[in-house]
């Protein structure tokens, strides 16, 4: 009896052995899944997308929008779509200005116009200056030279309600130039007591050609009518240096003049000639003076305008 428990429970313990291996065998059984041949199943369909109303205009209190421009657009557009273009509300677009300045309708053409001008004028001018300054090279204009030979004051009346003279003088005209002939179209002649004038006469007109010279006589009178009233202070000045035997006048011109060469070339001018300071001497009690040559030389100044 006691061997037979003896080998029972050796036996035991191997049976035991026996039934874990079989328990970790079936575990890992378990664990190891076959490999399934089926297709995937099919991805469910996407929840549907919510359905907005349509978008309406909300309505605008104030004035109707001007014509041609769509209304103001303010409700928010669905599924942050960018927000149309409203024109009150926002710039234009980039690509609606254009890269070059705006140009009004006919304003190349207008400005064309005035630069062609312009170029016409200054080629113009400078033409004309070229051709003045040619001219003066070729002809070499110069004024005339004048100067008086004899200076008479006669019927002298130095009565305040009868003043009266008359004056007489031979100027002589030179024409300097050798290429240039002188027509003295009209002369003025004028007499001045210092500054206050006295009395006025035309003179002849006259010719002159390349360097030749003549005389010009040239005859003034006053008898203190309306035409040519003297004041009485005036009367008093004369009447005191002529008392001292000298009486100064001055002798003035306005000459018009036409310079010509041939047929091609004419200019016209103005020039004023001033003789002044001439001394004429008096002699007693008479009414007569001359000029007196070796006080004064009788050159005259002559203005070109």
Not at 62 to 70: D, E, R
Not at 155 to 160: E, H, Q, V, Y
Request: proline share 11%; hydrophobic share 35%.
């Amino acid at each position: 009896m006691a061997r037979h428990s003896s080998s029972s429970s050796s036996s035991s313990p191997s049976s035991s052995s026996s039934s874990s291996s079989e328990d970790i065998s079936n575990k890992k059984e378990e664990h190891v899944q076959p490999q399934s041949t089926e297709p995937n199943p099919p991805l469910p369909p996407p929840p549907p997308q919510p359905q907005y109303p349509p978008v309406v205009p909300t309505p605008q209190m104030g004035y109707p929008p001007a014509m041609g421009y769509p209304p103001p657009y303010t409700n928010n557009p669905p599924n942050g779509q960018p927000h149309p273009y409203n024109p009150y509300t926002q710039p234009l677009p980039a690509h609606y200005y254009p890269n070059h300045p705006y140009t009004p309708a006919g304003a190349s053409g207008g400005s064309a116009f005035v630069r062609g001008f312009l170029a016409t004028l200054i080629i113009l001018i400078i033409f004309i200056c070229l051709s003045s300054i040619i001219t003066w090279l070729i002809l070499r204009p110069q004024i005339p030279v004048f100067h008086v030979d004899s200076f008479v004051v006669s019927n002298l009346n130095l009565s305040k309600a009868d003043f009266a003279a008359t004056w007489e003088a031979n100027v002589t005209a030179q024409n300097p130039n050798h290429k240039l002939k002188i027509y003295f179209d009209q002369i003025q002649s004028f007499v001045y007591y210092k500054e206050n004038f006295l009395s006025s006469s035309a003179v002849d007109p006259l010719l002159l050609e390349t360097e030749t010279r003549d005389v010009m006589r040239v005859r003034l009178a006053t008898n203190n009518t309306v035409d040519h009233l003297v004041g009485n202070w005036v009367v008093d000045e004369i009447a005191r240096e002529r008392n001292a035997g000298v009486l100064s006048f001055n002798l003035r011109m306005v000459v018009f003049a036409t310079f010509k060469s041939g047929a091609w070339w004419t200019r016209h001018a103005s020039m004023k000639v001033f003789c002044e300071n001439l001394k004429v001497n008096f002699v007693g009690a008479e009414n007569k003076g001359v000029l007196d040559s070796e006080k004064d030389s009788g050159d005259c100044d002559v203005y070109y305008g």
